[in-house]
């Protein structure tokens, strides 16, 4: 069975970051070759714990092998926080409104600003998960999984910013039945890649120089068809003009 593992970088919340997710699709055969270099790469370098982003970034020659050796592809999707701050919620006004406040039940200020920000921010969560989550979701399935010939698939998927259960949900909705959410990605090798690779992509749409060398040696070869009219890689949740910078920075990472 096919195993797809994802992890993302940077908070929804944020909406001076991206919050980029990467996902890895792996066969059986060439996972086993992943877990044998990662743990080959913990003992070399005495890290006993989970490799992470900053790790490859500090010590990226010695890390090679993770890359050159075992095959597998990668998806992005990336949303930019700001669109969904922008967008206008009709439950989100009347839960910033004073009017919410009359039913709150209380006559103490401090406790209704406390109640209407946990309303307001419980909204906004729920919003991004159903709207823009579920769309990074759905795409990267069009994009890994091939339906046509009944590919069985296994998800993976790092603790995520919402409720398990309200995203486990979601991705039933999406038709993916077999899903794993994992609370310890340190026993997950193909979670630390997911992980890796989101790290270096938040740091490659920023230009780092480091991401970049990381992006081209390592990485590129791996995508998958970046110019895929259904599924272009990297892929852009929800294009508008706020996007547009992104857009055109993807170009070039495409170019690299």
């Given at each position: ?21 990467a ?8 996972y ?6 990662v743990?080959f ?12 982003w900053?790790?490859?970034?500090r ?6 092998n ?7 592809h990668v ?13 206008c ?10 009017e919410?406040e ?6 103490d ?14 909204a906004?969560?729920s ?15 069009m ?22 259960n309200?995203?486990?949900?979601v ?18 090798p ?7 690779i ?42 508008e ?9 993807i ?6």
């Amino acid at each position: 069975m096919i195993k797809i593992f994802s992890d993302e970088s940077g908070s929804w919340k944020n909406k001076k970051n991206y919050y980029v997710r990467a996902w890895i699709k792996i066969d059986k055969d060439n996972y086993d070759n992943l877990i044998k270099e990662v743990l080959f790469s913990k003992y070399k370098l005495k890290k006993t714990t989970e490799l992470k982003w900053n790790d490859i970034k500090r010590n990226y020659d010695n890390y090679r092998n993770i890359f050159e050796i075992p095959s597998f592809h990668v998806f992005i999707t990336i949303s930019k926080p700001v669109v969904f701050f922008e967008r206008c919620y009709k439950v989100i006004d009347y839960l910033s409104s004073d009017e919410v406040e009359n039913h709150l039940g209380t006559h103490d200020t401090n406790i209704k600003l406390s109640l209407k920000e946990t309303l307001v921010s419980s909204a906004q969560n729920s919003l991004f998960l159903h709207h823009f989550e579920r769309h990074h979701i759905r795409t990267a399935k069009m994009a890994l999984v091939e339906t046509n010939n009944n590919e069985k698939c296994e998800f993976f998927i790092d603790s995520p910013q919402f409720f398990k259960n309200q995203w486990e949900k979601v991705v039933k909705e999406e038709g993916i039945r077999n899903i794993n959410i994992v609370e310890k990605s340190e026993n997950y090798p193909g979670i630390q890649i997911a992980d890796i690779i989101a790290g270096c992509f938040q740091e490659l749409l920023k230009n780092d120089p480091k991401a970049k060398e990381i992006f081209a040696e390592s990485i590129k070869n791996k995508m998958c068809d970046m110019y895929c009219p259904e599924c272009p890689n990297p892929n852009i949740v929800f294009y508008e003009n706020s996007t547009e910078s992104l857009a055109n920075r993807i170009k070039q990472i495409r170019n690299l």
